[in-house]
């Protein structure tokens, strides 16, 4: 069983930075791959950034050149570095673990990030 908790979110305004980061507990295989997705009410989850355990990564168009995703794998921790913040990046922000297997996916309780105009 995997635990993971969010923090760093907030208030910031547009063309701020924030950094979330996302400590997980329990066992992190390196075949796990850690991300973070947001969500903004009444419209589906959607991917911000992924990477996998040797460093690889994909990002969503809208955050590329923004937000950094990185992995810290002796603490079980993945940050965003989030920069150039616009109000469209408002959403809840959830770290995820996916395993090999379908069964292995876990999810953060989320953490609002709001950016003001």
């Known amino acids: 069983q995997v635990q993971l908790v969010e923090s760093g979110g907030g208030l910031v305004q547009a063309g701020g930075s924030l950094r979330l980061s996302c400590a997980a507990s329990?066992?992190?295989?390196?075949?796990?791959?850690m991300g973070w997705y947001r969500q903004v009410p009444g419209k589906q989850r959607e991917l911000v950034a992924v990477i996998r355990s040797g460093g690889s990564t994909n990002y969503a168009d809208s955050v590329k050149g923004r937000f950094t995703i990185s992995r810290d794998n002796a603490k079980n921790t993945v940050y965003l570095q989030m920069n150039s913040l616009k109000p469209e990046d408002t959403a809840i922000y959830y770290c995820?673990?996916?395993?090999?297997?379908?069964?292995?996916?876990?999810w953060g309780q989320g953490t609002q990030v709001t950016v003001s105009s």
């Open positions: 995820n673990v996916r395993g090999a297997i379908a069964t292995r996916l876990y």
């Open positions: 329990g066992s992190i295989f390196s075949t796990d791959v």
